[in-house]
């Protein structure tokens, strides 16, 4: 039996995606014996009042001790229906409310309580000054002093330049060759084609075992 908590840190804008990313953080600490998940939500310090945007309501004004009720109760919710559906449970769910930006409240958190994991959705469409979770998302990739585990709706829409599919040809002259010819005749002429790679090629010698990473793109 291990006395060692499996500590996840999970950042939360109310949005539907974040929901996602809570649940996903449930079953990731569900799998382990003391599993725990903690929630952070960042909001805007205003003085006597925070910022948090709400289910209800996008750029509500509250007291700090309402907000931290306010998220309790909507993590505690989601927990319950959680545990319904999935008969399953977890050693600790705590919440946080933090001033800091997005990001920065997920990695310093999963700093000051040595987590384990960060999870963090790639997008919502709410958040404190209209962040994007995607945005955040790479940011908290950046930031954080622990590994990260990204979900992304099913079916959402990339954002980015698509990533185009091996070369076919290419493909068969690997299989071809048993793996010794990694490009096909077109893609390994080095005159600027696409899918063109100028790189060296630094196979293990008998006896000299050197580094057999490519050098730097030139």
């Known amino acids: 039996m291990s006395n060692i908590p499996y500590r996840i840190v999970v950042g939360t804008d109310f949005s539907d995606t974040a929901a996602l990313a809570l649940n996903q953080a449930f079953d990731l600490a569900a799998s382990h014996e003391r599993g725990e998940v903690h929630v952070v939500n960042a909001v805007q310090y205003l003085g006597e009042f925070v910022q948090m945007d709400l289910p209800e309501a996008a750029a509500y004004r509250l007291p700090l001790e309402e907000a931290q009720e306010r998220l309790e109760a909507h993590v505690g919710a989601k927990l319950s229906s959680w545990q319904e559906e999935t008969k399953r449970t977890i050693a600790r769910c705590a919440t946080y409310v933090s001033i800091q930006s997005p990001a920065a409240a997920m990695a310093q958190l ?5 987590a384990d994991l960060l999870v963090v959705g790639t997008h919502g469409r709410r958040g404190l000054q209209r962040f994007l979770l995607g945005s955040v998302a790479e940011a ?38 048993g793996g010794e010819q990694l490009w096909c005749e077109q893609h390994s002429e080095k005159h600027g084609r696409r899918h063109s790679y100028h790189y060296e090629d630094r196979r293990a010698q008998s006896g000299n075992m050197g580094s057999l990473l490519p050098s730097a793109p030139r």
């Not at 999963?110 to 040595?114: I, K, P, S, T, Y």
């Open 140 to 177: 908290v990739v950046r930031l954080a002093p622990t590994a990260v585990y990204v979900v992304r709706p099913k079916g959402a829409e990339a954002k980015v330049p698509q990533i185009e599919p091996p070369c076919p040809r290419c493909v068969e002259a690997r299989q071809a060759s």
């Open 110 to 114: 999963a700093a000051d309580l040595e």
